[in-house]
């Protein structure tokens, strides 16, 4: 189902109403869909690097939005919807001691999960399970996702095809390097 899905997403990169394909991907990744935006954001900027802001600025108000949805589902529809999603993902077991530390490294949560591979729609039922601050939620993703897709699309728009390979390959790794870093720096800074 899941190879279905991403072929669908593919093809659907290629469409004459793509912006508005990739605005319902990644609208639906952050609250509920498997599949990441990038697999249509990547083609569509390869395909018309002179639009590279635009189809990343499309992706990252689209995100936003989910992760509002996702937010709301954790808020006030947690277990009719937010469990069996979250279950879907294989995230149930830690999910008791998740909710008692989010709220204390929310802002990083959030953060790291824009950015990097991690499923943000996990993130963002929780934010709305624990009720994470709407603002910081808000303020958060909107960082993450906007530097999430911008990168990608600068990458994209400067070097064209060749850094493909390497998007999809390091990209992941990479981000979360950048964040572990960017945590390690502040608490540096907060405890010398």
Do not use: C
């Amino acid at each position: 189902m899941i190879r279905r899905l991403y072929d669908w997403t593919i093809r659907m990169g290629r469409h004459p109403r793509a912006l508005w394909v990739l605005a319902a991907v990644s609208f639906a990744e952050s609250s509920v869909f498997p599949i990441p935006p990038d697999v249509l954001l990547i083609p569509m900027i390869l395909a018309q690097p002179r639009r590279a802001w635009l189809i990343a600025a499309v992706a990252l108000v689209a995100s936003v939005l989910g992760g509002l949805l996702g937010y709301a589902i954790g808020a006030f529809a947690y277990e009719e919807v937010g469990r069996p999603i979250l279950e879907s993902l294989g995230k149930t077991e830690s999910m008791e001691a998740f909710n008692t530390r989010f709220n204390d490294f929310g802002f990083w949560a959030v953060l790291t999960a824009g950015v990097t591979p991690f499923p943000y729609k996990v993130i963002t039922i929780m934010a709305g399970w624990t009720s994470m601050p709407l603002a910081v939620f808000m303020v958060t993703s909107v960082i993450a996702r906007g530097l999430r897709f911008f990168l990608v699309a600068a990458l994209l728009w400067k070097f064209g095809a060749p850094i493909r390979d390497f998007i999809e390959r390091w990209l992941g790794p990479l981000s979360i390097l950048f964040v572990v870093l960017l945590i390690g720096g502040f608490y540096l800074i907060r405890h010398l």
